[in-house]
Nanobody, 124 residues
Framework: QVQLVESGGASVQAGGSLRLSCAATAYTYRHYRLAWFRQAPGKEREGVAFIVSSGGSTRYADSVRGRFTISQDSAENTLYLQMNALKPEDTAKYYC?????????????????WGQGTQVTVSS
């Protein structure tokens, strides 16, 4: 059973930075992708960024491109999300997810395993 545990969420002021971490147990996909999603109260869960296991290619939502960076430490089975220049609209609960390399990477249903989430609150 794959387990994902996020950490690093906090309350910060606009313009600040945070680094989220997601520690994962080993997964057995041959090719997989890891992703960060977020969900604000009353809103749908939206994809923020993903990274592919082979080659490490990444993609970002337009709303975070240039401010957020996704990375992974394969040896430690840890996924990161470096968030810079945070804005109040980045306030949400952030989740990491892992799934097979199929389908639209920004659709939540294409991921099989999820963490419990970590809260990020950005004040103006």
């Amino acid at each position: 059973q794959v387990q994902l545990v996020e950490s690093g969420g906090a309350s910060v002021q606009a313009g600040g930075s945070l680094r989220l971490s997601c520690a994962a147990t080993a997964y057995t996909y041959r090719h997989y992708r890891l992703a960060w999603f977020r969900q604000a109260p009353g809103k749908e869960r939206e994809g923020v960024a993903f990274i592919v296991s082979s080659g490490g290619s990444t993609r970002y939502a337009d709303s975070v491109r240039g401010r957020f960076t996704i990375s992974q430490d394969s040896a430690e089975n840890t996924l990161y999300l470096q968030m810079n220049a945070l804005k109040p609209e980045d306030t949400a609960k952030y989740y990491c997810a892992v799934g097979d390399y199929v389908g639209d990477p920004f659709i939540a249903s294409n991921y099989d395993y999820w963490g419990q989430g970590t809260q990020v609150t950005v004040s103006s």
